[in-house]
């Protein structure tokens, strides 16, 4: 032994250098959850610093290790959920908290919806992003989110639920809490991706709403089934899609049939109401994509790793931020509308100086760009664009009229767009927990949740379509297709 090495009073003078010691040395690397300091870090850092040559295998053990002696063991943290249910209900008072066991006892299901979030979604867009990522954690499972939009277009998350996995059943499970704490509401949207679980559950618990679906996902479906053609989907896709009017949408479909003449059948099989927002059944305003739920879960892609308690405790803490980090931007607003929006009614605002405004009738008034005419009707909110009444705000036409009459736009303007709106989404509090003041009542100390088990190791990335890979595979040196199937010259050499 070298009596003089710093490492030999951490080791406990240890002629080995074990997996707990080690964990002992380098648990502090992981206070921070978003901290990426992986069994490589580990095993280079000990040669590096420490002179003790390791197996890879010893830095992951040593990894657990240091994440037991953080968070405690993942079969303990089943065992304390009935206890942070508990207080999370008890510190905010109106929440909606349910868990499900097996007839064994273990661990099924578990949903949170904070009192914050079911008070402040009545004031946002009745539009509902769902998406379900999978869990890094010894036991696995699924994380399954919802979440919605602001006044200024800011992430709102609404509820959480950790399941066994996406099929029919858990789903539902999530759709029936999601009504039982957010009911329903008028117009109201689903979007997600074109999982067959959700399509079936929204059906089944939610069957006024539309189900909009990802026009991301559905285009990497097209470029999927439509190899050929993929890189040319793109741009008439999502004119398709996003466009306001029949005759607009109809020029990009045919646009897509002279690529290929077997993409209008593939879309219309899915359903023209579920991606082109023209003929969707509720509103879907600028909402195409299901990037809202995606954004969470980027937020949270380190914290999946956590036990289950140890999770839901840091899902709790992030919206606290959220809700307290907005409520500050709201409060802090001048204008009548949150910036982005007062930014999109100024550029209609600089558009609408180069048109003409004819009056026609007291209220149904035309207006002319370049030489195309649109009727705009002030007192039912629509325009021929369409736009007016898609996306609840004065288009340049209507900016155009409100002009000529020195009108101000923002009675026209949706409420969900207000500063006043933003304030009343975050008017509630999110409450802290604090854990020395946690007094728990016998009862809930003796609730029993087993762990479900599980085999093999957990995954830690997701499976990636052909479509989303950044490798290089065919000849021309471009992604999404292999060699053999390579319709692109050849990348020179």
């Known amino acids: ?248 949408f109809n020029y990009h479909m045919k646009v897509l049939n002279s690529l290929d003449d077997r993409i209008i059948p593939f879309l219309a099989d899915i359903g023209y109401a579920r991606w082109s927002r023209v003929h969707c059944k509720s509103k879907r305003y600028k909402t195409m994509t299901s990037n809202l739920a995606e954004s969470l879960n980027a937020a949270i892609l380190h914290a999946r790793e956590l036990p289950i308690t140890s999770l839901l405790m840091h899902l709790h803490d992030l919206q606290q931020e959220y809700s307290y980090k907005n409520r500050n931007i709201a409060m802090n607003t001048v204008t009548t509308l949150t910036t982005n929006h007062e930014d999109a009614l100024f550029q209609n605002y600089i558009h609408s100086l180069k048109l003409q405004v004819k009056p026609s009738t007291k209220n149904i008034i035309s207006v002319m760009e370049n030489g195309k005419k649109y009727t705009v009707n002030m007192t039912k909110r629509t325009c021929t664009c369409k736009k007016f009444e898609t996306d609840e705000i004065p288009c340049k036409h209507a900016v155009a009229v409100l002009n000529k009459d020195k009108i101000k736009p923002y009675e026209y303007c949706s409420k969900y767009y207000t500063k006043a709106a933003m304030l009343a989404t975050y008017s509630e509090t999110v409450y802290p927990l604090e854990r020395e003041e946690w007094i728990i009542p016998e009862e809930v100390k003796d609730q029993v949740v087993l762990h479900r088990t599980r085999t093999g190791r957990p995954k830690k990335r997701r499976f990636t379509s052909h479509v989303e890979r950044k490798g290089k595979f065919g000849k021309c040196g471009h992604a999404g297709h292999n060699k053999k199937t390579c319709q692109n010259m050849p990348k020179p050499a």
Not at 19 to 28: C, D, F, G, V, Y
């Open 1 to 248: 032994m070298d009596h003089t090495c710093p490492i030999e009073t951490r080791f406990n003078n240890q002629n080995q250098a074990s997996a707990s010691h080690i964990a002992e040395s380098i648990k502090l690397k992981y206070l921070n959850v978003k901290t990426k300091y992986t069994p490589i870090d580990i095993k280079n850092d000990m040669e590096t610093i420490h002179g003790v040559k390791i197996s890879y295998m010893m830095a992951w053990r040593s990894k657990e290790k240091a994440f037991e002696m953080l968070r405690g063991k993942p079969c303990d943290s089943y065992k304390a959920l009935p206890t942070f249910l508990y207080m999370l209900a008890a510190t905010n008072p109106g929440s909606v908290i349910d868990i499900e066991l097996r007839d064994d006892d273990s661990f099924l299901y578990v949903f949170t919806a904070l009192k914050a979030s079911i008070e402040g979604w009545q004031h946002c867009k009745p539009i509902m992003v769902v998406d379900g990522t999978f869990l890094k954690a010894t036991f696995g499972g699924m994380l399954l989110v919802a979440t919605a939009q602001d006044a200024s277009g800011k992430l709102f998350p609404l509820a959480f639920s950790v399941v066994d996995s996406e099929n029919d059943d858990s789903w539902k499970y999530f759709f029936y809490q999601i009504r039982e704490a957010f009911g329903t509401r008028e117009d109201i949207c689903i979007e997600s991706d074109r999982h067959l679980s959700i399509e079936s559950a929204v059906k089944k618990v939610y069957p006024e709403a539309a189900h909009g679906i990802c026009i991301f996902h559905l285009l990497n479906n097209l470029k999927t089934h439509f190899k050929k053609n993929a890189k040319n989907i793109k741009e008439p896709f999502f004119g398709a899609a996003k466009a306001y009017t029949e005759k607009e």
